[in-house]
């Protein structure tokens, strides 16, 4: 398996195919949340929190203006508010906002429009499975007076409840421009997950941001 992996890396990195990728990096903060469905209620209440995450791209042209790829990343998901749990003790807690960090990897179609000055329109669309790879919960108390939030990490042997694996839809519009060897991109992202976090509530991740990121075009002449 592992040699078979390596042949087949070699093969691309040698051959006209790898040539033509565009290879970029991708950095984007935004906000996260989760959907509860109608099950829960929770009016009033914001359920945001922080959402960053950090990402590869590589697509291949089939034509001038559509492009095909992957952009495995690392990024940041959760909610402010967590239905359901309890932790150990189940009369003290007064709230939990819990942070999951995933492993993603989507496949996109990537299109592309150029505009005058170096400038040029994209849009990207696509979908992919995420792994749930580590996490905290920051747990309120009902005892606690001043507001102050324990961490509670993960514990994925533990927490049978929990479901490692997402998929999830992704899209994102932005603009390009041509800056030194490749292009200098900003885009507008959002993410919608199918799969629920926990087997005991309706919990989809939810998340927008905005993207910022350098794509580099490898042609051999």
């Known amino acids: ?84 749990f309890v932790g150990s003790n189940p009369f003290l807690v007064r709230d939990a906002t819990i942070y999951a960090n995933y492993l993603q990897l989507p496949l996109l179609i990537k299109a592309n429009i150029p505009l005058a000055n170096r400038f040029s329109l994209f849009g990207q669309a696509g979908a992919g499975l995420s792994y749930l790879v580590s996490g905290h919960r920051d747990v309120l108390f009902l005892s606690s007076l001043d507001g102050g939030r324990e961490r509670q990490e993960l514990d994925f042997e533990q927490e049978n409840t929990l479901n490692r694996f997402d998929f999830g839809a992704q899209a994102g519009l932005g603009f390009a421009y041509q800056l030194g060897f490749g292009s200098l991109q900003l885009s507008a992202d959002y993410y919608h997950g199918f799969l629920d976090m926990t087997e005991t509530n309706t919990s989809e991740n939810r998340s927008w941001s905005v993207g910022l990121g350098y794509s580099i075009n490898i042609n051999r002449q």
């Open 1 to 84: 398996m592992k040699y078979s992996f390596l042949f087949f890396l070699s093969l691309i990195l040698s051959s006209g195919l790898f040539a033509q990728l565009s290879l970029g990096l991708k950095v984007q903060t935004g906000e996260a949340w989760q959907n509860y469905g109608d099950e829960i209620a929770i009016d009033g209440f914001d359920q945001r929190i922080d959402h960053y995450g950090v990402s590869m791209e590589a697509f291949y042209p089939v034509s001038p203006a559509i492009s095909v790829g992957l952009a495995p990343g690392y990024l940041r998901r959760g909610a402010a508010c967590e239905p359901g």
